[in-house]
């Protein structure tokens, strides 16, 4: 089997706290590996703009920087997971380690990754980050800006600032992070599965660092 198969195969989770740059590489991966992404917060933010009932329920949560009860949470991701067949990256999902445990009862996951930033470098990139609501693409107003200001490359969306990116919320995401989905790092460890992987620095030199281990 050829490199670009066995990746096509891969089952990955994305780790790391908010703002670390799983959307951004997720993105680069399903674009240039072929991966399909499931992001549990595009999902939830998707519900909320379409007002379903998931996204009802969801949305006084995401506004607070809470995470989503897991019973909701679990239920959705398990429901895409099923009519997944090859390979996907899992971007947000799991958070916390009876996700992982649900997670773990109906797929076996190959790789980790776990992007590693420190904080004031995470309340910087979230603060400034700017998303597309058609695709999802994420944007950085410095670091990664549009083509055209307010416009997103990938589709021609019209770019706009997440209500959970205010620095107030995003200090309450770093917290909820480290209380709720920092413990699965000691978790996957103990599995043998985790690659811990700097987050900082060029997207591009963090996307081939990932590659290499895929
Ligand atoms: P994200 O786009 O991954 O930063 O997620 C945005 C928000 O969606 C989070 O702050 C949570 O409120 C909610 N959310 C996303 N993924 C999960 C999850 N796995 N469990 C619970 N809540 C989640």
Redesign the pocket.
Known sequence: MNDYRRSMDTKIVLLGP??SG??TQAEKMEDELGLVRL????I??EAVRNETELGRE?KG??D???????D??IDL?KEKISHLDDGYIL??????VE?AEALESIAEIDHVINLEVDDEELVNRLTKRRTCPNCNAVYHLIYKPPKKEGVCDRCGGKLYQ?S?DSEETVRN?LK?YRENTYPLIEYYKKKGVLHNIDGKGDIKEIFENIRELL
Not at 91 to 96: K, N
């Open positions: 908010p703002g799983k959307g992001s549990t917060g595009d939830l933010r969801a949560f995401m607070k920087g809470q995470l989503v009860p897991n909701l949470v991701m971007d947000g999902f799991p958070r916390t996700q997440r959970d995401r909820v």
